[in-house]
């Protein structure tokens, strides 16, 4: 299990369900314009959120951005579609708060998305989970 070290525990996911809805929505809004991306390239988005945002939290920023094109390209869309939200949240929660959140969530899917690893590098099981689960829609 990646990231053990941070607790996210059913309190933490009751009070945060819709951001983690909303964060999984925009992810798969991110992976629309690519129909092979893989598991592999949505983990290295993942885990580049939670590296942004345990900087976040320890009070130094940082963004961190995947070395994979195609991963960065899902990132640069992931943000793009996470910016107006993220803003709002910080807004109203206090920032880092809301970077806590963000953290907390990011963690989690990232822990789904290790989940659904079968080991090969061409695996999509994670990537067909959140495209039935967050059919395309209206942006």
Known sequence: ??????????????????????????LNK???????????D????LEALVSTYRSAVAGSPETVTPSDEVAAGIM???REKMS??????????AGPFADRVFLGISVF????????DNGRPRCRA?????????????D
Do not use: C
């Open 1 to 26: 299990m990646p990231h053990r070290d941070i607790r996210v525990d059913a309190e933490f996911m009751g009070k945060s369900d819709l951001v983690l809805m909303l964060m999984s929505a925009f």
């Open 30 to 40: 991110a992976l629309q314009p690519v129909p092979n991306a893989t598991d592999r």
């Open 42 to 45: 949505v983990r290295e988005v």
């Open 76 to 78: 640069e869309r992931f």
């Open 84 to 93: 107006a939200f993220v803003q709002d949240l910080k807004e109203r929660e």
């Open 109 to 116: 899917m990232a822990r789904v998305a290790y989940g659904y």
């Open 126 to 138: 994670y990537v067909h989970y959140l495209r039935s689960t967050f059919p395309e829609g209206e």
